[in-house]
């Protein structure tokens, strides 16, 4: 299968900073970009779908201002955590395909921490 | 509206049994795909299957089957003999046709296989 990759796995940070997520897809164009956020013991809630060079589609409830997304090429996109608070603690996990039909690849995840 | 509904929270299993994840879904769609992922502890999502919903052929590949019924809107995912290393989160998604449509997630079922 494909290989989607997301920087980094882990990161602690202070409440009020911003933190900044890539996914990239290694081994094949994508057309279409996925951020999920996952509790625990919970099911994936999509965020946002992204398509290259447009801006990103928000799913309801999840602040755009929040969460900046930019899918500047068919192999990068990154999530912004902006002024993060220990609420948006959580697991974020993007995920890629590379075409309508496709099948989505998931990247590893990042265990976000805020203090 | 497009569900899928994973019933069983949690299943306990010893090593070498066989067990059945069960996967109902709904959808308004008459072309539409179904996929099941792996969520091991490490928490990357581990593409497992896709099957269109003019396929009704059921899978096996290894120790795992898929049977397909659209008759009673199911997707059901068997483990023979399983293994200590089957235990994970395991979901069942469904995606509408369209080159817009998003994955919809059960809430998984997680898999705990003893020795």
């Known amino acids: 299968g494909a290989v989607v990759s997301q920087h980094p796995s882990r990161v602690i940070c202070k409440s009020g900073t911003s933190v900044k997520i890539e996914c990239r897809s290694l081994?094949?164009?994508?057309?279409?970009m996925f951020w999920y956020r996952q509790f625990p013991k919970q099911s994936l809630m999509l965020m946002a779908t992204?398509?290259?060079?447009?801006?990103?589609?928000?799913e309801q409830g999840v602040e755009k201002d929040k969460f900046l997304i930019n899918h500047a090429s068919l192999t990068l996109s990154t999530l912004t955590v902006t002024s993060a608070h220990p609420e948006d603690s959580s697991f974020y996990i993007c995920?890629?395909?590379?075409?309508?039909?496709?099948?989505?690849?998931f990247g590893p995840g990042t265990r976000l921490l805020v203090l | 509206a497009q569900k899928v509904t994973q019933a069983q929270t949690e299943i306990s299993v010893v090593e070498k049994e066989d067990v059945t994840l069960d996967c109902v879904y709904e959808?308004?769609?008459?072309?539409?795909?179904l996929f099941w992922y792996k969520q091991p502890p490490s928490g990357e999502l581990v593409f497992l299957i896709r099957r269109n919903s003019f396929d009704e052929q059921n899978e096996i590949s290894g120790r795992y089957s898929w049977n397909f019924q659209k008759s009673t809107s199911s997707f059901n995912f068997t483990i023979t003999a399983s293994q200590v290393v089957d235990s994970a989160v395991y979901f069942c998604?469904?995606?509408?046709?369209?080159?817009?449509?998003?994955?919809?997630f059960g809430k998984g079922t997680k898999l705990s296989v003893k020795p």
């Open positions: 992204s398509n290259e060079g447009s801006k990103a589609t928000y």
């Open positions: 995920s890629a395909r590379s075409g309508g039909i496709e099948t989505q690849y």
């Open positions: 081994d094949f164009q994508a057309t279409t």
């Open positions: 959808t308004r769609d008459t072309t539409y795909y």
């Open positions: 998604a469904l995606r509408g046709g369209g080159s817009q449509g998003n994955l919809i």
